[in-house]
C-alpha cells in the first residue's frame, strides 16, 4: 500500500529521517513509536504530501508520489491528529463535509455518509451541530476521526491521536479504535510515544531512534528480544510502577 524507497529528510543542517526502506502490507496496522524528535511525525507527514523527501521515493500502490498525483492520493488518506485538528469557526458537521462538499458530493450523500460515521465513532447525531469549543477532547477526537473517514480513504494516518487525553478516555477510544481499525480493515500507520498503546494496535512495531528505524516487529519482540540497548531502556522506562507491587520486597 505504502512504501519508502531509500527516502531521508533533512531540515538544513538537521537530518530528521536517514535513509529508510520498507513496504507496508495492506490491512495491517503499523505503529510509529519512539522518543520525542526521532523522525516518527516525519514520516507520517512524507507519507501524506504534507512535505517532500531531500533524497528516495515514496510509493503509493506501487506508483511514486509526485506533485501531479499528490492531490488524488491524499483523497486516498484520511489523517487525524491531537484534539482531532478541526477548524474553530465550523461545527462539528461542517469540518466532517469539508472535502466531500469541495468535491461536489449532493447533501443526501454527504447526509448518509454522516450518519453511518456517527454509529461508526459512537458520537451522538446532535453533537455534530456544535463547535469544537463546546466539545470534550475525546468528541472531538471522534469528529476528527469522522472527518478522516469521510471519503472512504484506503490508508488511514494518525499521529499521536490519543496524547492529549486524560487515562480514562483514552483507555475508552482506544478499545474504540481498535475495533474500528479491525471492522474497516484499512491500512493504518499510527504515531505515539506509548510501549503499551503500540502494543494495543500494532500489527507490527517500527521503533524509531534519532531518524532510525533500530528495529521492527511485534511487541513480544521488542520486549524480549530488543535489537538495541535503547529500546530496551525505552521500554523498561515506561513499566508501570504498579509492577513492583507483584513482587515480595516492592522492589
Known amino acids: 500500500m505504502i512504501a519508502f524507497d531509500g527516502v531521508s529528510k533533512s531540515y538544513g543542517d538537521t537530518l530528521a529521517l536517514r535513509p529508510t526502506t520498507f513496504a507496508l ?34 510509493r503509493f500502490e506501487g506508483a511514486p508520489v509526485t506533485a501531479e498525483n499528490m492531490r488524488a492520493i491524499r483523497h486516498r488518506m484520511g489523517y487525524v491528529i491531537q484534539e482531532g485538528g478541526l477548524f ?37 447525531l446532535a453533537r455534530l451541530d456544535d463547535y469544537p469549543t463546546r466539545l470534550s477532547g475525546g468528541q472531538r477526537q471522534r469528529v476528527g476521526l469522522m472527518r478522516a473517514l469521510m471519503l472512504d480513504p484506503d490508508a488511514l494516518l494518525l499521529d499521536e491521536p490519543l496524547g492529549a487525553l486524560d487515562p480514562m478516555i483514552r483507555a475508552e477510544l482506544q478499545s474504540d479504535l481498535r475495533d474500528i481499525f479491525r471492522r474497516l480493515a484499512k491500512t493504518v500507520v499510527l504515531v505515539t510515544h506509548d510501549i503499551g498503546e503500540a502494543g494495543h ?51
Open 201 to 251: 494496535f500494532g500489527d507490527v512495531i517500527f521503533f524509531l531512534r534519532a531518524g532510525d528505524i533500530l528495529q521492527r516487529g511485534t511487541l513480544r519482540e521488542l520486549v524480549f528480544h530488543p535489537a538495541d540497548p535503547f529500546v530496551e531502556a525505552f521500554i523498561n522506562a515506561q513499566r508501570s510502577p504498579l509492577e513492583s507491587l507483584h513482587t515480595p520486597d516492592g522492589a
Open 88 to 124: 474553530p469557526h465550523l461545527t462539528a458537521r461542517a469540518n466532517v463535509a469539508l472535502q466531500a462538499r469541495h468535491l461536489g458530493w449532493s447533501r443526501e450523500r454527504i447526509e448518509a455518509r454522516m450518519r453511518a460515521l456517527a454509529a461508526l465513532v459512537r458520537l451522538p
Open 25 to 58: 502490507e495492506p490491512g495491517k496496522t503499523t505503529v510509529l513509536i519512539g522518543p520525542s524528535g526521532c523522525g516518527k511525525s516525519t514520516i507520517l507527514r512524507l507519507m501524506i504530501g504534507l512535505t517532500r523527501p531531500t533524497a528516495g521515493v515514496v
